[in-house]
């Protein structure tokens, strides 16, 4: 079975006044990398947060293993089945690194004995050390509190992660490691990883690529 | 549980705004805490006031109707005995307490004062024969011993012992001197005013009198208002003497409980007391101790009214702002999977602990500040007040026979911080800032997370 299926989604912001989304059609499966490149302003980062249960959709349905979002528990899904690196990163300012870690696995139910000794460990590995990661967040540069969102995303160890141009911020060496993360997140630990950007160099990730142009969801080149 | 662990870590991430809601929150409960105590207090100082002297009921001469009347017959104004020993029998009353006061004179007697004031000056009221003008007085009291003077130390037996049977009676040293007499002595006495009614009485005690005379000292003050002539002896040998003599009598009536007042009047009339009687209760010296009592828990009850909705005004406010200030943050935990009950719980937890804080804080304050600022209060009503006591000192030539008016108003109130009222202006701040922080929370959780986000990206 599919891991997540969009059947004709159609989205409008509450108060907005045109659909943003426009009948979006496609299925995501575990441990491949999607790319969905489109322009600012396309509906990327509202497609992610429909994925990402943050709103029901307008008309349309969206299923995960086979049931409707709507029926769905999203607060659980949201803290369990699904990781979301935001655009804007979207850490809680006046929280440490780590705190904004541990806080996730906490909502998350995580059964980890030692959740601070965990977050330090992902925390490492995504470039992040001891020291930093006690700074509090306003603290951070961007490229750092990149870093802390992908880890709070992983903190959970979701099935899906998606990430909303999660190298907008960062120099190209930098850029190239997160990616290469990704990469191990989709084929080695099997996860669906679905990322939206506007730069076409991350689209050469991608197993499936996408295009998205005012709300339309197109299957794009695949290159491999 | 990490929920809770998180709220700790807020209030003090939040520092700064947390402690300018302290010191509101602080202010509200002490000045609310002690207001309340300080009314409490007074309210049950009134209450035991009110048990007190709201029980003792006076049966006194109208005197506005004593002054028209007094060319009448003079039976139609003096209670009957009947009426005073029918009253005693009532079921509404703890005890009684009578007096009687009958100017006197003697062939073999002096009065302090008779010699220097102006005395013997003949006055022949009623058209009847003309007598002395009294130089002592013969007071009866149904307990003798219960008088205040006595009891309270400006007077005091030094010689002998209190009147019990009839015709006995006790003097003041003063007179003892002036007239030589000792104990066991007989001493021969006349009624002043009216008629010829000798009246034979023993002395069984000696006083010392400390009181002061109303018109001048001691020694000056004319011989029928001196206070070191009074002869004092049982209330039935006084009475039988006074007969029809226009006199004032007393009556102090004990009633089990303030509200018998009307039933008691009405056993009163029906037993035959005129309406040139008043029964009532010692109502100035109830204003006197009461009203200040009162006005405290008026002013402290207004304080506290205003002090809770201006305080319950600034945390509502304060809470909205701290929500709006933390909606982003709301949001993002929202995003991360956080359900509603559970954003609302954490918050709602910063509350509490912010206020519990503040409340312990706050019963220490109390327990300190409470009774200095009671006592001022106190000072500034009792100052206030003052003015009323003037009119209560009209009818002072009788005031030695009043048997007690001694109710004084407090000088000092004795604060008690009941725990009732801790608990009651704890719960109650326990409420406002709960409800306070559910409204902020009801607003931000009703929103999608997508809303929260959007709008601040
Ligand atoms: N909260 C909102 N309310 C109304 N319209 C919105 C809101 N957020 C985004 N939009 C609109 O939705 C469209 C898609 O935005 P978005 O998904 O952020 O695009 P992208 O991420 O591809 O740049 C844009 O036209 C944007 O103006
Ligand atoms: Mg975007």
Redesign the interface.
Known sequence: MSLLKLNNVVYRYEGGKKNVLKGVNVVFESSLIYTIIGKSGSGKSTLLSLIAALDVATKGQITYLGTDMRELDRDNYRARNIGVVFQSYNLINNYTAIENVVLSMNISGSDIKNKKQYAYELLETIGIDFETANRKVVKLSGGEQQRVGIARALSHNPDIVIADEPTGNLDSETEDEILAYFDILAHKENKCVIIATHSDKITNIGDKVYRINDGRLSEGKTKR | M?IFI?SL?NVI??IGRNILLAIILLAVIVGCLTALIIHTTSKGLIEDYMALFGAKVYINPNSSKVSVMSGRQSEQIIPLPEVYAALADSDCLMGADLSCQVPSVSDTLLGLGELSGGTAVPIAPNGGAFTKFPTMNVKGYTNPEQLDDFIEGYRGLIEGRFPVKDNECIVSEDFKQLNNLHLGEIIELAQGMVEHNPLSLEVVGFYFDLTQNQFGSAVDAPAAINVRNDIITNYHTAFDFAKSDPRVDTAAYYLKSPELLYVFEAEARAAGLSYDYLVTIDESAYLRVVEPIKGMGSITLTFMIILLTLGVLIVAILAAVAIRERKF?I??????????H?VALGLVFESLIITIICLAVAIGIVLIITQPISDMLLVKQLSINEPQDTSTGTSMMYAGMQTSLTAQPPDEMQVVINMQAVVMISLVCLLLVFISSLVGIAQITKY????I??E??
Do not use: D, F, H, S
């Not at chain 2, 949001?331 to 509603?340: E, H, L």
């Not at chain 2, 999608?448 to 809303?451: G, R």
């Open positions: 990490y998180n870590k991430r939040n943050e949001g993002v935990v929202r995003a991360m999977g956080m359900k509603k559970q999608e997370p997508i809303k986000l959007t601040r990206n």
